[in-house]
């Protein structure tokens, strides 16, 4: 079954493009790799998805390799209010039994 | 406000009780998603039911249970709790149940056992 690596905590200032790396070594032919965003006594909030080469939204930019063992989540311009946990996760069939690792907990510093 | 609603928001019982989880999904989403999420094992995925049939089904334990009715809500039951049951329990919901559906959160259950 795949597994997630993220690092634990990340600490960035205002203004600055943060990545967060997350490894993801067994991933499914078929899965698909989405991020979250949490904030505490809230539920995940859905960030981004995609499947290989790079994928941009209003909020974030998503770069898959192509050999799909790992995911860069990009954040330009962070703010205060991008505090939050960060997760990655395979989704898809071979993704059902796993469960999401701790995240990574990324500070924004004024 | 992602428009999925989740009651109770708070839920305190014993050992060995039996409590359900509510769950309602955005307006027009067909499918339902429960997920656990505890200190020590992070978010993990339970089981899914997509227009009331059982989709997909995650680390479910045996003790849990979940359906989903022609209204679309949905509700988990778990019985002969035990301390480490006490957790964050989410629903989300997504329009169809695809791979690349977004799928949209409530604000949880915190179910504690004590």
């Known amino acids: 079954l795949a597994k997630t690596t993220q690092p634990i905590s990340m600490d960035s200032y205002e203004g600055q493009e943060v990545n967060i790396t997350c490894s993801h070594n067994?991933?499914?032919?078929?899965?698909?790799i989405t991020w979250y965003q949490q904030f505490p006594s809230q539920g995940p909030r859905f960030i981004i998805q995609?499947?290989?080469t790079k994928v941009t939204n209003e909020v974030a930019s998503l770069f898959i390799p192509a050999d799909r063992k790992s995911s860069t989540l990009s954040l330009p311009r962070v703010s205060l209010s991008d505090t939050a946990v960060y997760y990655c996760?395979?989704?898809?069939?071979?993704?059902?039994?796993?469960?999401f690792g701790k995240g990574t907990k990324l500070s924004v510093i004024p | 406000d992602s428009g999925v609603t989740q009651t109770p928001k708070h839920l305190i019982t014993a050992t060995g009780q039996r409590v359900t989880l509510r769950c309602s999904p955005r307006?027009?989403?067909?499918?339902v998603y429960w997920y656990q999420q505890s200190l020590d094992q992070g978010l993990q995925f339970l089981i899914q039911y997509y227009n009331g049939e059982e989709r997909a089904k995650g680390n479910i334990l045996e003790r849990f249970s979940a359906q989903q009715f022609p209204d679309l809500h949905s509700e988990l039951n778990l019985s002969s709790l035990e301390l480490g049951d006490s957790a964050l329990y989410f629903c989300a919901s997504s329009v169809a149940g695809a791979t690349t559906d977004t799928q949209y959160f409530g604000p949880g259950t915190r179910l504690t056992v004590l």
């Open positions: 307006s027009g989403d067909l499918s």
């Open positions: 995609g499947y290989k």
């Open positions: 996760r395979p989704w898809g069939a071979g993704s059902y039994q796993l469960t």
């Open positions: 067994n991933i499914a032919t078929n899965d698909y």
